[in-house]
Structure formats: structure tokens, C-alpha cells
């Protein structure tokens, strides 16, 4: 492995780290997968951008440019959804015409029960709402865009979490399906353009993408499967062919990692094929 794919491999973790933390301060609607997917190529492009001689250490210089990365893709995002406005406006008129039989502004719990929905989904919705207000505008002075995502650094015991999250990455990358590995090492770690890389499998550009978005949910919920499986969410109807195929990769997976752990040895990525 050379030193830019180590430096790659190695600060992997810190953009999971980086996006499960701004994930927690985002709407629900906000896709993950894309800002992980942000995460990692603005990792790549540190990797190969950094210069050692300026003395400041890599992993501060990649959270930096992750970090502008995300920002940039959530500026990019439609903060309100189309179904996050229909059901404000839907709010909004009950909330008005309750106010006007009650004679005073209704409750959360009123206005609920008048539009057929629980309490937690109006606040949820009512909370997506507030917050696309503030970030439409790039945020305010009160809660700037910028405090969306994580600044804090890793905790000893979070480094311990990221390297053994670092050590299932790896493992889940090489049983991935043959294309799917194809494009994440070709785009993530070649770097190279998504255009070479349909050109070389025969597809079309959005095809690549389509398979880059496959490999990174198959990548996170292997990893969630072995760490954290109440995250793992169904894929497909329960029992069908897409589900045993999902379950059949978690069980290699999980196998890869037991005989690395009896062997004490890791592959590295350029290794594999």
C-alpha cells in the first residue's frame, strides 16, 4: 500500500465520525449517503493534496477539508422537502382554522389529533421547517451553518470505536460483489473519473453512480451489522432474493473478520482482487 492509500485507509473512520455527528443536527431528510459520499472524496482529494514539510498533522488537515465538504453539500441540499412544505401548509391552515374554534392557539397535541397525525410527526415536521428557514439563508447569527457539523475531536475511546469500525471497512470493501469493489477503489482511491470508470464496465456515467450509492449502503450496513445492527434497516421484501443476497454478504464479511482476527493480519486494499 502507498503512502497516500495508508493515509486514505486510515482516516476512513474520521468521516463516518465526522457525518454520525452532523447527521444528528440536520433534517431527517438529509441523505447520509451522500455526505458520506462528499466526506470521502474530499478525503481523497487531502490525501493527495497534503504536504508533510507544513507541519500540521494530517488528520487535522483532512477534517478540515471533510468538514468543508459536508458544508458544501449541505448547502447544496433542498432544505425543506417537497412532503416537509405540503404538511406545513397542511399544519399551517389547521393550526389557523383550530385557533379560530377554540379561540387561542392550539396545541401541538390539538393539532394532531385534527390533522391525523401523532405528536412526534408534527414536531418533526415543525422542526425540519425552522431549520430550513435558517439554513436557506446560510444560517443566521444564532446558529451559523457552520455549527451543523462536528468540530470536537475524537475521544480516546472513539479512536478504539474507529479502529475497529476502520478494520470491518476493509474486510467489507473486499467482499464486496466484483463491480461494486471495482468502482469504489477505482473512485474512491484511484481517483479516477467516473466517466473512465462506465467506460471500462460498459455502463453509463449515472449507472456508476447508482453502484457507487449501492457499495456505500452495503458498506455501512455491514458495518453497522457487525457494530450496531438495531441501525440496520430492511433491504427489499423480507425473505426475497435481495435480502438473502444482503445477508449472505454480512455473513462473508463477518467471516473475513474471524479469520483475520485468529491470523492477526489486516489485507491491505491494494491488495485485493
Do not use: C
Amino acid at each position: 500500500m502507498n503512502e497516500m492509500d495508508e493515509l486514505i485507509t486510515t482516516h476512513m473512520p474520521l468521516v463516518g465520525h465526522i457525518v454520525r455527528e452532523t447527521m444528528g443536527r440536520v433534517p431527517s431528510h438529509v441523505s447520509r449517503d451522500d455526505l458520506t459520499s462528499a466526506g470521502l472524496t474530499a478525503l481523497v482529494l487531502a490525501a493527495k493534496a497534503y504536504d508533510e514539510s507544513r507541519g500540521v498533522p494530517f488528520d487535522r488537515y483532512a477534517a478540515t477539508r471533510i468538514r468543508g465538504a459536508l458544508l458544501d453539500e449541505l448547502r447544496s441540499v433542498d432544505w425543506a422537502s417537497r412532503s416537509v412544505r405540503r404538511r406545513a401548509r397542511d399544519l399551517a391552515e389547521t393550526r389557523n382554522r383550530l385557533a379560530t374554534v377554540l379561540g387561542h392557539t392550539p396545541s401541538v397535541a390539538e393539532v394532531a389529533r385534527a390533522a391525523g397525525l401523532s405528536e412526534d410527526e408534527v414536531a418533526a415536521n415543525d422542526d425540519d421547517v425552522s431549520r430550513a428557514q435558517v439554513l436557506s439563508l446560510q444560517g443566521s447569527s444564532a446558529t451559523p451553518i457552520e455549527e451543523l457539523v462536528a468540530t470536537r475531536a475524537p475521544s480516546p475511546e472513539e479512536l478504539v470505536e474507529h479502529a475497529e469500525r476502520l478494520t470491518y471497512l476493509r474486510e467489507a470493501i473486499e467482499e464486496l460483489p466484483e463491480r461494486l469493489r471495482v468502482v469504489v477503489q477505482d473512485y474512491f482511491f484511484s481517483e479516477r473519473p467516473m466517466a473512465d470508470i462506465a467506460a471500462d464496465l460498459g455502463v453509463t456515467d449515472s449507472r456508476i453512480s447508482q453502484m457507487r450509492a449501492e457499495a456505500l449502503t452495503l458498506l455501512r450496513d455491514a458495518l453497522n451489522h457487525a457494530l450496531e445492527p438495531s441501525l440496520v434497516k430492511q433491504n427489499g421484501k423480507a425473505g426475497g432474493v435481495a435480502q438473502r443476497r444482503r445477508e449472505s454478504y454480512f455473513a462473508a464479511v463477518a467471516a473475513r473478520h474471524a479469520q483475520s482476527a485468529r491470523g492477526g493480519v489486516v489485507r491491505p486494499l491494494d491488495a485485493v482482487g
